[in-house]
């Protein structure tokens, strides 16, 4: 299995519905992140976790939920979206065990191409 | 604020010519820096890191970073390039906690 996977791949979906974008890692990591991806721009950081607990919230929209039931499972919940939510979205994990002065190294799934209609 | 600033947008080589793409950092302490590559469809694979060390960094298929302090900056560079590494390149700076701070992006093109 490989590090970091994401389902589905594509989705499309309109306003007034509700999807979940699923993150699952194999690698032991403590801490996972969701980032938005646009053409044209640079990552976006939304949301991260470490040990479960949400420790960044980018000033995200309200309709985007996200779930961290586990360290290996991340869930971003999406509802009554925007045309201009479409993108890239991709999930990563990494150790998590920061200490003062340490670096983390990311590994990326290979993200949800979410197309709101 | 922490920035990345990746000048070129596009670059177009040659097979078998080299390569440097530009990265520059706004961070006032010691940056962990990184280099990922995207290929289409794909998520962001890592091509190296800084953290400490040596400024001359080595990673998977060839590449080298140098971090240079005085210019703020990270660059990528390869010797010789292969037609599968036309990609999208990011280079990525972290701070002190758990905040990750990527550029716009590199699109490479290798022509034959």
């Known amino acids: 299995e490989t590090g970091v996977t994401q389902t589905p791949r594509h989705l499309v979906m309109g306003m007034t519905n509700k999807k979940s974008l699923k993150c699952e890692q194999h690698l032991g990591h403590n801490a996972m992140y969701w980032y938005k991806q646009s053409a044209k721009k640079p990552l976006e950081l939304m949301f991260v976790y470490n040990f479960k607990e949400q420790t960044e919230n980018n000033s995200v929209p309200s309709r985007f939920s996200p779930e961290c039931p586990n360290s290996s499972h991340l869930f971003l919940h999406l509802h009554t979206l925007q045309p201009e939510d479409s993108a890239l979205y991709l999930c990563?994990?990494?150790?998590?065990?920061?200490?003062?002065?340490?670096?983390?190294?990311?590994?990326f799934g290979p993200g949800t191409r979410l197309l709101v209609l | 604020a922490q920035s990345v600033t990746q000048p070129d947008i596009h670059i177009t080589v040659s097979e078998g010519a080299s390569l440097e793409l530009r990265c520059n950092y706004s961070?006032?302490?010691?940056?962990?820096l990184f280099w990922y590559v995207q290929s289409p469809g794909q998520g962001l694979q890592l091509l190296l890191k800084y953290f400490s060390g040596d400024t001359l960094v080595q990673g998977i298929k060839g590449f080298e970073a140098e971090f240079k302090r005085s210019q703020s900056s990270f660059n990528l560079r390869k010797p010789s390039v292969h037609w599968s590494d036309a990609a999208e390149y990011f280079c990525a700076v972290q701070n002190t906690g758990n905040q990750f701070y990527f550029g716009t992006g590199t699109s490479l093109t290798v022509i034959p």
């Open positions: 961070y006032g302490a010691t940056p962990y």
């Open positions: 990563a994990s990494s150790r998590g065990d920061l200490v003062a002065g340490g670096g983390e190294t990311q590994y």
